[in-house]
């Protein structure tokens, strides 16, 4: 079942997507008061039904487009579908 991670207002109209590393699909628990930006305080995944699955438990997930700079979406700011 395909899964999507979209945000609900890309800047400048980009259509920005889950960026995937080497180590995966980065996200961080919003619960993290301080540095929640750095890499030690991220959590990496494979696949993005497991992505998807943090969004939804409140986790924020690194997104970007063509000639952006990827940055932390916040899950209020994301839809997740599954078709």
């Known amino acids: 079942m395909p899964t999507r991670i979209e945000r ?4 400048d109209g980009a259509d920005e997507q889950p960026i995937e590393t080497e180590r995966g699909y980065e996200l961080v628990d919003r619960r993290i008061p301080e540095r929640r930006h750095h890499v030690e305080n991220s959590t990496f995944v494979r696949s993005l039904e497991e992505a998807a ?10 997104m970007g487009a063509p000639g952006l700079r990827a940055s ?12």
Do not use: K
Not at 72 to 83: D, G
């Open 8 to 11: 609900l207002h890309p800047r």
């Open 53 to 62: 699955y943090l969004v939804e438990q409140g986790y924020a997930i690194r």
């Open 72 to 83: 932390l979406i916040a899950p209020a700011s994301l839809r997740v579908t599954r078709s």
